[in-house]
């Protein structure tokens, strides 16, 4: 599967190779749903068959489904093989009449009118070969597919092959399941694939089908050559090209370049700058750069033309607010259905009555306060700035401070996280996981109501990210309404999962702590900012502050966040909104986000972002910083580090990255870098033990960026 997949994203995404029709050999569906994006990701089917016994007990290994299809006592075939596999250069017509005489072999797959497989108990299987006078061609396939036996395993199967469908592409996929195109939703494509795993699967009239329907030319993206060379022998004479991009003794770069001048010379439009790839000269790198500051201050950008645009504000001010809020316990007789809850949240909004002229002005009646709560963000800014300068003044100025056993006392404490009961899944709520999955990849009219049903037709909404980013269980109170841009709160779950890809030794990573706090998007989109971004603006998180305050939570445990937005401003066609959040564990708070400010732009104002900008002031403290000199406990000679030597880390070996005088001896296993895909740094491209505007090190580490990574 891995090896196909690959190479379609290869000829796809590095040759701009796009397909009419899809078809795969037996498991080979699987394959071409993950190659074609159909389905997200693999890791998420191996993760559940890593859990299952499917491929441990039932159809491998004792391979008890077999056993029991048979009727076996325990100590049979324990010492010779239960099952074999064998290819015949026969039709299936004249093959199946000799399987029927033998009750424990079966016809699995027509790879080809004149070539077969069969399956079963290796002697028997022998008998029927014996019978028809060929040569026995054993072949080296260990499960059991494609037979009777396998059908008892039908809703396990099902069950492992139930990945969620990110993609429908504009392509046909077949499947062997009934020889036509299929439907590309989890349901139907988790029972094709556990109904193929129990019947014969005939390629040959797969390969017929579409040719019938038009397909000419065929890229074999597996392993080998085997399914062009069965394409080629199915159709014969007649007019195609199959073509295969993997040939077992030839480099896999020269079967890709044989392919693609196949294609050219059959006029299939491919693309080849990846062949010609451009090598601009690369700068050196700079530990120390200067950054131009200039621009109107964000306080005067909003400060300007205020009077045109709250121009009304004063009448509004003496008007009455009206508020409506809601909590569980006023739903806890409804029916879980989110679409059901939002048709209480906003009675005052009749399905197709929503237009953006119906919304109060932004900000509405909180317009007079826009300007002191942005001046209060500032000042707060300034303030943060001001402790960071006395912080680091302390530390550069105080004489007698033994930094190395400072530094050795706190490596050597040992933390242990208070451990809490799992909260159950099960809990009351207003949006529940399906919902927060429907709004992340589906339908917000869905979840929302249909006042929403517009911003489905948008190409780009707010929207909560996808598994596995999707870091949020349900929704527990909701204190908004519809196209009303005032302050309001949201209160979500996120259930830690037992054994989390993502933990270390059973505790998440900071990222985990931070993310799960992500529901201002959800808030903002019911609000109903899109009404008003109508595709043309994204939302982009723009400042905000952390503070911890315990230790980060475990495995297990239920992290509760109470997010709130309190103000917002605008200017042009920009909306800027200010949120905070604070995140508890019980009635434990060991998580708070201030002063966080997000806002909606075009594609222009992103292009037309300058990345980090330094105040002044923080230009100032780094060059009035006084050098501090450490000594290192330990000395490493190297000051680059690959991705591979990065995870030695990870994996408790800091040996394995700086060489053997770091063994740990197995002191401190939990300290680590986080796991694989948590490790946001591909390679260290430098370390400068006394560098730095303290002289405490500074470091230089690279992450690739690509479009498929799972965040």
Not at 330 to 344: D, H, I, M, P, W
Request: hydrophobic share 35%; charged share 20%; net charge negative.
């Amino acid at each position: 599967v891995s090896s196909a997949v690959l190479n379609t994203h290869v000829m796809r995404k590095g040759f701009g190779l796009e397909p009419d029709i899809a078809f795969g050999y037996s498991m080979g569906e699987i394959s071409m749903l993950y190659g074609l994006g159909v389905w997200e990701s693999m890791s998420n089917m191996s993760d559940i068959l890593n859990r299952s016994k499917l491929f441990e007990e039932r159809l491998a290994g004792p391979m008890n489904a077999v056993r029991e299809a048979w009727d076996l006592g325990p100590d049979e075939f324990r010492q010779k093989p239960l099952w074999g596999c064998y290819s015949l250069q026969l039709s299936p017509q004249i093959v199946q009449q000799e399987v029927e005489n033998e009750a424990h072999v079966y016809l699995i797959l027509i790879n080809t009118p004149e070539e077969v497989v069969i399956a079963g108990e290796p002697t028997a299987c022998e008998r029927v070969i014996q019978q028809l006078g060929r040569p026995v061609h054993p072949i080296p396939v260990t499960d059991v597919v494609h037979c009777e036996p396998v059908k008892t395993e039908y809703e396990e199967i099902k069950r492992v092959h139930t990945d969620k469908v990110v993609e429908c592409p504009d392509i046909d996929f077949y499947s062997a399941i009934d020889y036509e195109v299929s439907k590309l939703d989890s349901k139907t494509l988790a029972h094709n694939v556990a109904t193929i795993y129990g019947k014969t699967v005939d390629y040959s009239r797969l390969i017929e089908k579409v040719y019938a329907d038009g397909a000419r030319i065929f890229v074999d993206l597996g392993p080998r050559t085997t399914c062009s060379k069965w394409i080629s022998k199915t159709l014969d004479k007649r007019p195609h090209l199959s073509i295969s991009v993997n040939r077992k003794g030839t480099d896999n770069r020269e079967m890709i370049l044989q392919a693609l001048s196949s294609l050219i010379s059959h006029r299939v439009p491919v693309k080849l700058e990846a062949l010609f790839p451009s090598q601009p000269v690369q700068a050196e790198k700079q530990l120390m750069q200067t950054i131009k500051l200039g621009g109107t201050p964000v306080q005067q950008v909003f400060e300007k033309g205020a009077d045109k645009l709250f121009k009304g504000t004063k009448a509004l001010r003496h008007q009455g607010t009206e508020f409506q809020s809601f909590k569980v316990s006023e739903f806890q007789s409804v029916s879980t259905s989110g679409r059901a809850y939002s048709n209480l949240v906003a009675p005052d909004y009749a399905p197709g009555n929503v237009s953006v002229s119906s919304f109060s002005p932004f900000p509405g009646e909180y317009g007079s306060h826009r300007n002191s709560a942005h001046s209060a963000f500032l000042n707060v800014r300034q303030h943060g700035m001001r402790q960071l300068a006395e912080l680091i003044s302390s530390n550069t100025n105080t004489k007698g401070i033994s930094v190395s056993n400072t530094f050795q006392h706190t490596v050597s404490q040992k933390t242990t996280p208070e451990t809490q009961q799992p909260v159950p899944q099960t809990k009351p709520c207003i949006f529940d996981y399906h919902d927060l999955l429907e709004l992340a990849g589906g339908s917000i009219a869905n979840v929302f109501g249909a006042e929403y049903a517009e911003i489905d037709s948008y190409r780009r909404c707010v929207r909560l990210p996808m598994e596995p980013y999707l870091l949020v269980s349900r929704v527990t109170q909701l204190d908004a309404k519809l196209g009303e841009f005032k302050p309001s709160t949201i209160t979500t779950e996120y259930d830690i999962p037992e054994n989390a890809w993502y933990t270390t030794d059973g505790q998440i990573p900071w990222a985990v702590a931070v993310e799960s706090g992500q529901c201002d998007l959800m808030l903002i989109s019911y609000l109903g900012i899109d009404f008003d971004c109508k595709g043309e603006q994204v939302y982009r998180l723009l400042d905000c502050t952390l503070t911890y305050l315990d230790d980060m939570p475990l495995e297990g445990q239920t992290l509760r966040y109470e997010i709130s937005i309190n103000s917002f401003a605008k200017h042009d066609q920009n909306l800027l909104f200010f949120f905070n959040y604070e995140c508890f564990v019980g009635n434990k708070m060991v998580l708070r986000m201030d002063n966080g400010c997000a806002g909606f732009f075009s594609d222009e104002d992103l292009s037309q972002g300058k990345g980090v900008i330094h105040t002044a002031q923080e230009l100032e403290l780094k060059e009035k910083a006084d050098k501090i000199k450490f000594p290192p406990l330990l000395h490493c000679t190297k000051t680059t580090f690959t991705r591979q030597e990065l995870l030695e880390i990870s994996a408790g070996n800091p040996a394995g990255c700086f060489g053997p005088e770091y063994n740990q001896q197995g002191k401190n296993p939990s300290l680590k870098n986080a796991p694989d895909q948590f490790l946001m740094s591909d390679r260290i491209m430098s370390v400068e033990p006394h560098g730095g505007q303290c002289g405490l090190g500074y470091i230089v580490a690279e992450k690739d960026l690509a479009p498929d990574d799972w965040y």
